[in-house]
T-cell receptor
Framework: RKEVEQDPGPFNVPEGATVAFNCTYS??????FFWYRQDCRKEPKLLMS???SGNEDGRFTAQLNRASQYISLLIRDSKLSDSATYLC???????????FGKGTRLSVIA | DTGVSQDPRHKITKRGQNVTFRCDPI?????LYWYRQTLGQGPEFLTY????????KSRLLSDRFSAERPKGSFSTLEIQRTEQGDSAMYLC??????????FGPGTRLTVT
């Protein structure tokens, strides 16, 4: 079964805080991993891909732990504009579509 | 705008009516996907096309749902005899094989 699990939150954090989200997936043979961001009543947009070696993009760091079957997203120095739902996404095999978690809601408060 | 477009953006219909949605992908993208999203959930896969061929359909896609991509460009998703449980956001995405999927703004369906 192809499942992606996330804590739905909400995470309410002050500006400038560091916040981390985790996500677990059901199939150890999963191939590709992503974090998408979705603003209220908008479409999902790719935030970053997640590589085995981990990757960083500005204030955002994504990591993959294949042995424990989880991925994480770390946001440093949170901004008000980071408030959104963060969707964990897995491709379980090469030709299958994206499988989304339910999303984690983040609210950054002034 | 060269992104994915969807039409209409909102649709209100009465139970039992048929509805059809259209998606225009990014022009050079050969893959086109349909997803459905309800409140508090992530998008759920419905079906996808590579060019004009429909390669996979989810078990979520009941017999009342049909999708086409006749010339490998735009796609339509039709729901026959709509039910209240069909109320959702219907998202279309497109991609080149093996590359990021880009989503359209979605069609929000409300069945009364």
């Amino acid at each position: 079964r192809k499942e992606v699990e996330q804590d739905p939150g909400p995470f309410n954090v002050p500006e400038g805080a560091t916040v981390a989200f985790n996500c677990t997936y059901s199939n150890s043979a999963s191939q590709s991993f992503f974090w998408y961001r979705q603003d209220c009543r908008k479409e999902p947009k790719l935030l970053m891909s997640v590589y085995s070696s981990g990757n960083e993009d500005g204030r955002f760091t994504a990591q993959l732990n294949r042995a424990s079957q989880y991925i994480s997203l770390l946001i440093r120095d949170s901004k008000l504009s980071d408030s959104a739902t963060y969707l964990c996404v897995v491709i379980f095999s090469g030709n299958t579509p994206l499988v989304f978690g339910k999303g984690t809601r983040l609210s950054v408060i002034a | 705008d060269t992104g994915v477009s969807q039409d209409p953006r909102h649709k209100i219909t009465k139970r039992g009516q048929n509805v059809t949605f259209r998606c225009d992908p990014i022009s050079e993208h050969n893959r086109l996907y349909w997803y459905r999203q309800t409140l508090g959930q992530g998008p759920e896969f419905l079906t996808y096309f590579q060019n004009e061929a429909q390669l996979e359909k989810s078990r979520l896609l009941s017999d009342r749902f049909s999708a086409e991509r006749p010339k490998g460009s735009f796609s339509t998703l039709e729901i026959q005899r709509t039910e209240q449980g069909d109320s959702a956001m219907y998202l279309c995405a497109s991609s080149v094989v093996g590359v990021e999927q880009y989503f359209g703004p979605g069609t929000r369906l409300t069945v009364t």
